[in-house]
């Protein structure tokens, strides 16, 4: 990984104000380097410039740990890895788990745990739907999943009491809170800025009745 991206990385953080380890910051940019080794054969992400993807993957990732509550967080759609591997290098004490339901992008997960040394992640081989974990999750996020409707509908059965749905959106997300209809409320919609990147994110957090 070129220096500039470490710089990028280190950058990044203090922006976030998010203080993790020299070893953090070292695990982070080896696991871009283990996608950019992997993608040849995997097609991973479209993205391959390193410094873009310290951006777009992992400051992008980072940018929504401070709302994330206590408890199990399951990462829905993870494909690569995203959000759910960067937030686990990042808070060592909590535990992810990383579900796709791709056998090549899981394979990848697998090695990335077992390289990286994450104790605190569980890689999931399988759909949403087909799922289950009690008493529930208590956070489910989702980076580029599905739209709400669909993620509220395939999550909800694995959602614990007084657990929240953690969407990582566009703009466009005031669209599809309209089109959830009473499916889910929305708790908080936080915009999110993430460090070097232009465009609008938002995390849309709901709760479900039950």
Same mark, same amino acid.
């Given at each position: $990984?070129?220096?500039?991206?470490?710089?990028?990385?280190?950058?990044? =953080? @203090?922006?976030?104000?998010?203080?993790?380890?020299?070893?953090?910051?070292?695990?982070?940019?080896?696991?871009?380097?283990?996608?950019?080794?992997?993608?040849?054969?995997?097609?991973?992400?479209?993205?391959?410039?390193?410094?873009?993807?310290?951006?777009?993957?992992?400051?992008?990732?980072? %940018?929504?740990?401070?709302?994330?509550?206590?408890?199990?967080?399951?990462?829905?759609?993870?494909?690569?890895?995203?959000?759910?591997?960067?937030?686990a290098i990042?808070? !060592?004490? *909590?535990?992810?788990? =990383?579900?796709?339901?791709?056998?090549?992008?899981?394979?990848?997960?697998?090695?990335?745990?077992?390289?990286?040394?994450?104790?605190?992640?569980?890689?999931?081989?399988? &759909?949403?739907?087909?799922?289950? $974990?009690?008493?529930?999750?208590?956070?489910?996020?989702? *980076?580029?999943?599905?739209?709400? @409707?669909?993620?509220? &509908?395939?999550? &909800?059965?694995v959602l614990?009491?007084?657990?929240?749905?953690? %969407? $990582?959106?566009?703009?466009?997300?005031?669209? @599809?809170?309209?089109?959830?209809?009473?499916?889910?409320?929305?708790?908080?919609?936080?915009?999110?800025?993430? !460090?070097?990147?232009?465009?609008?994110?938002?995390?849309?957090? =709901? %709760?479900?009745?039950?």
């Amino acid at each position: $990984m070129p220096d500039d991206a470490q710089a990028l990385l280190g950058r990044g =953080l @203090e922006q976030l104000q998010l203080r993790i380890s020299a070893k953090q910051q070292a695990d982070l940019l080896a696991y871009l380097n283990l996608i950019l080794r992997w993608n040849k054969a995997y097609n991973l992400t479209a993205i391959r410039d390193p410094g873009a993807m310290v951006t777009r993957h992992l400051l992008d990732s980072l %940018a929504v740990a401070e709302f994330l509550p206590t408890g199990r967080v399951l990462d829905v759609g993870t494909g690569a890895g995203l959000p759910g591997v960067p937030l686990a290098i990042a808070l !060592p004490e *909590r535990q992810f788990f =990383l579900l796709d339901g791709n056998g090549k992008k899981t394979r990848f997960l697998f090695h990335v745990k077992t390289q990286l040394g994450l104790n605190n992640i569980e890689v999931l081989e399988t &759909r949403i739907e087909d799922h289950q $974990m009690s008493p529930g999750y208590s956070a489910i996020i989702s *980076r580029a999943y599905a739209n709400l @409707e669909t993620m509220v &509908r395939s999550c &909800r059965h694995v959602l614990a009491p007084g657990g929240r749905l953690l %969407a $990582m959106k566009a703009a466009g997300v005031h669209d @599809e809170l309209q089109q959830l209809g009473d499916q889910g409320s929305l708790v908080t919609l936080s915009k999110i800025t993430v !460090p070097g990147l232009p465009e609008t994110r938002y995390l849309a957090e =709901l %709760a479900l009745p039950r």
